[in-house]
């Protein structure tokens, strides 16, 4: 990692956390002190990241390029039987499997897998993440005994199998049954037709020698016809010693992908399976010999979510995993960016690529919402585990615990294939060699806007959390105070919509665009027009879905379709409030006043960025006059150029060794390459016998 020397507190407390960039106060006064901001990024688990990264820096672990799909498989087994031999995998489980209960400590060791092979980390992630953790939290204490510590030590590799070809995000619809047989005390699987086929699940191609099922659970108590008690899960053995399917089973593998592939990703079928009674992952609903169904959870909707939210970290953890690509992506562009060479400027020699503003303009607001990724997936983990460890485990938590997971998974996951698509074009053709990772790594992350809940469908459960909220409120009053608070709303945009605010705006900044600056740049301005944002857009949809609610099903279906994008886009503008929101928390944790200035700026030009790029809506909903809109772009500007000599050490301060980052263009050789090439052209302008320019020859 590139270190700057430690700086002092320069400030001396004349220069506020606000002081305009441009200042010439600031030139030399202003600095990133890379080691104390290091710490800041590292978050709650700053030594178990740090252990992760020293063992993720051993090559034995990375990923090989140019090898062979089943070459690739067979590498990332072993790796993943390396891992299992640390013990380092079972941290969250109890201390009775070698774990500490440790909950977001396992995540945060977990996400920095990426920086290794993202292969190496999803399928670690199918292995103890998901096979193992269903046991762990769908089962009770008999299914831990006879399951667990197998599929702990990698003895049992596992596949999680909830996924069907014909339905992903629906699970509450999946086709596969678990049908109980009173006879035999047995549950009979079946796929009942080619859409219900278990599809996508990674062990399941090579690897795997069992199961977690998924399926709708079917049973009849004594004298009763058969009922049908939602999706459970049950533990279902796959191979033989020999590796041969059981009888019923059958499967395929999903063959080459677009990434990921040291994966054994395939598709399971069953037909006619047969699995003990207690293999029923029972702690959410229990089936007694006789077919009587028992649940601590009335509610079968209720009791599906429940299910679900326990697996909740399978989100908590790409949102992590996004975070660390898109950090790795930054640091091999913006270092590459510092030291490639290209045009020939005033000077007389070419131009460093990050001195040209569009570059800054490409790869500084990327590295701002990086930061601001970074910062909300640190939140999100303290979150998990307050809930996880049951200090402060209730159903109000654990349902804000799926909406923010929900909300940053797919927030982070997209900015990351941003990110690194931008990166890659950054880096010209070196980005586009698989020698420098950029594009291994976005080619590796695209199932991650679809993995563990496609990103639109997750921003939908958002946007219903959002207006269910609204409505909780609205509950609350009568309907004197209802009708009351609609009449101010409705007032309160059509204030906002006639000239009147615009123009007082106007009036306010005449004269003098520093005014509008210094509000712009203020934090409460910044967080009135993100809230306001959201909350306008929440209560507009509500306001049209209020029909709805004396309609038929049918209509009240068709109006809600009407509304999905708009809902999505409220979500969406959630999102980046809470990684703002984040962003803005951190900056009490910077204690050195030269980092947090150049920090509170990076901040504002992730604020302004998300301002600038919904600038119409701000306008045609009158937040933001003509003059002010103007003023946002101008001043983002502003803020590039004061932090372009600070991008190293922010991207430095991610904390990546180049047995990390494995990319040549960030290692130092192309300053080589251009220190070399700048000596040999200025001895050549040196020497008398230098070719002349045709230009310069006089006819």
Known sequence: MTTTTPRPDRTNGRLGATVEPGDPRLDAETGVDVERLHEVLLGHYPELRRSARALMADPQFHQVDGLSMAEHRERVLAQLRALAATGSMNRAFPARFGGVDDHGGSLSRFEELVSADPSVQIKSGVQWGLFASAILHLGTERNHDEFLADALSLKVPGAFAMTETGHGSDVAAIGTTATYDPATQEFVIDTPFRAAWKDYLGNAALHGTAAVVFAQLITAAPGEGPVNHGVHALYVPLKDEHGAFLPGIGGEDDGLKGGLNGIDNGRLHFTGVRVPRTNLLNRYGDVAADGTYTSSIASPGRRFFTMLGTLVQGRVSLDGAAVGAARIGLTIAVTYANQRRQFQGATGEETVLLDYAEHQRRLLPLVASAYASGFAHEDLLALFDDVFSGRNDTEETREDLETMAAALKASSTWQALRTLQTAREACGGAGFLAENRITGLRAD????????????????????RLLADYAKDMRHLDAVKVARLVAERAADAARYRTPLVRALQTITDVGDPRRSVGHLRDTSTQRELLVDRVETMVAEIAAGLRPAQKASPAQAAALFNQYQHQLIEAAQAHADLVQWESFTAALARIDDRGTRQVVTWLRDLFGL??????LSWYLV?????AGRARTVTSYIDRLLARLRPHAQELVDAFGYEQAHLRAPIASGVEAERQDEARAWFKA?????????????VRR
Request: avoid cysteine; proline fraction near 5%.
């Open 445 to 464: 992350l695209d199932v991650f806007a679809t993995f563990e809940g496609d990103n639109t469908v997750l921003l939908q459960l958002v946007g219903k």
């Open 609 to 614: 960025r998300l301002i600038e790029a919904h």
């Open 621 to 625: 909903n009158g937040r933001l006059s």
């Open 684 to 696: 050549q302008r040196a020497s008398s016998d230098a070719p002349v320019p045709e230009k310069h």
